[in-house]
């Protein structure tokens, strides 16, 4: 098993992600010299160059559980160097959000990532990312940074791309020039679009990979926000994933004109201790209402529990 390297500044992370790569590519070298070695006709080989070797980053802020593991499992498949950021990022929290005491669990997370197998760590101090204070330039998520998860926490999404698009920067200039690969849950699927867009608008050199959304065995999402829930809390909190569920077996067998979208927002509004934020049906892609060009269609949710906000979505077409 490949030691796991903890990196706490971007030059450490690029030096010892080249090096990584460096390895990986000799090992895939070495392989084709075996098969070569092992008497196979020149004929069988020549054609075959060493695979090149590859990068796959993904980036959360902590707290891991089975739902980051799953990603993270997803590039070790996929991949020759895995890398995982773990990095709070105080630029996508508003003022009063819960920054201060998101969970934070170093010891358990290294654990985690040791027993996949992971490459590298990268684990900045704020300091170390933003060494002038706030950023002054940032990314801006423009319209669809604005709707729903963008429109009740004005500047989240110009946050959470700032610090992506510094991410994969950096990454990149480690894997110099190798396929780069970045891992994104599906449980934050506005979040899934904003990094594509920015990807293709700004031409960086990765290909997102998105990932279906892990749950637990009553459905609840996992979510390192969850950690804040009691048990009355936790258990009022299956009405969201149970009411998407609904909606998806409507949408599946009568199709998008057959979901009742007012009774499930009713559903969720008569549950005790839960509070409906949004509930609605969008392309998401654009996150705007489906059209007939629409490939799919998505029920996105958001609500509140308690002091606990929770999101969730399935496709329903
Ligand atoms: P976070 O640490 O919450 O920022 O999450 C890091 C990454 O893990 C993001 O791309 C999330 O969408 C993804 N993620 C978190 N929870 C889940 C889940 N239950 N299923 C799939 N992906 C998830």
Redesign the pocket.
């Known amino acids: 098993m490949t030691e796991l390297i903890v990196a706490r500044t971007p030059e450490e992370l690029c030096a010892h992600l080249a090096q990584r790569v460096g390895q990986a590519e000799a090992r895939n070298l070495a392989a084709v010299e075996q098969r070569r070695a092992a008497g196979q006709t020149e004929e069988d080989v020549a054609p075959e160059a060493p695979r090149v070797a590859t990068v796959g980053l993904?980036?959360?802020?902590?707290?891991l559980?089975e739902?980051?593991a799953?990603?993270i499992r997803r590039a070790r498949e996929q991949n020759d160097v895995v890398v995982v950021s773990i990095f709070v990022n105080p630029l996508q929290f508003g003022p009063g959000e819960d920054y201060d005491r998101y969970p934070r669990t170093p010891e358990a997370d290294l654990e985690l990532l040791r027993g996949i197998g992971v490459d590298l760590v990268f684990l900045p101090e704020v300091q170390t990312l933003y060494p002038g204070g706030e950023p002054l330039v940032r990314v801006t998520s423009g319209r669809l940074g604005e709707l729903f998860e963008g429109s009740r926490r004005p500047g989240h999404f110009d946050g959470v791309l700032t610090v992506v698009n510094k991410l994969l920067n950096i990454t990149a200039a480690g894997a110099s020039g190798h396929p780069l690969r970045a891992?994104?849950?599906?449980?934050?699927a506005q979040?899934v679009a904003l990094v594509q867009r920015m990807v293709a608008d700004f031409a960086l050199p990765v290909t997102i990979v998105p990932?279906?959304?892990?749950?637990d065995d009553d459905g609840l999402?996992?979510?390192?926000r969850n950690a804040y829930l009691s048990a009355e809390e936790r258990t009022a909190a299956l009405v969201l994933s149970r009411t998407l569920a609904l909606l998806r077996e409507e949408g599946l067998s009568r199709g998008y004109a057959g979901i009742d979208l007012d009774a499930a927002r009713q559903r969720i509004e008569h549950a005790d201790g839960v509070e409906l934020d949004y509930l609605e049906i969008v392309d998401p892609e654009t996150f705007e209402p489906p059209t007939e060009d629409s490939r799919r269609a998505l029920a996105l949710a958001a609500i509140r529990v308690g002091a606990t906000r929770l999101l969730d979505n399935m496709d329903v077409v």
């Open positions: 993904v980036p959360t802020m902590g707290a559980h739902g980051h799953t990603l891992y994104f849950g599906q449980k934050d979040q990932v279906a959304i892990v749950r999402a996992l979510s390192s």
